[in-house]
């Protein structure tokens, strides 16, 4: 799955740059919000976003699986079950 591999090769990136770069993003100020808001020490390095991108990885694989069980979209109401985390 593109997915999968997309969060296999930015662990890659992780691993490369671990102990190469002190900081990783040339933006730290609360108004940045790609990929994720700034703030100063916060999400400095590709290593503080790679459990983001895991946990987002876990909540669409975990929302995959449910759509292709039989019945499991008319367990809850509406949609809202799509976004439980």
């Known amino acids: 799955m593109p997915l999968q591999e997309s969060v296999g ?10 102990k190469r770069y002190r900081e990783a993003c040339s933006v730290h100020s609360v108004s940045r ?3 994720f808001r700034g703030a100063p020490g916060k999400y400095t390095h590709w ?6 991108y895991e946990r987002e990885l ?10 292709e069980t039989p019945g499991a979209a008319t367990q809850k ?6 976004f439980e985390e």
């Open 47 to 52: 290593r503080d976003c790679l459990p983001e």
């Open 33 to 35: 919000r790609i990929p």
């Open 9 to 18: 090769d930015y662990r890659r990136l992780v691993a490369l740059t671990d």
């Open 77 to 82: 109401a509406g949609l809202d079950w799509l």
């Open 58 to 67: 876990a909540i669409f694989e975990r929302n995959l699986k449910a759509l």
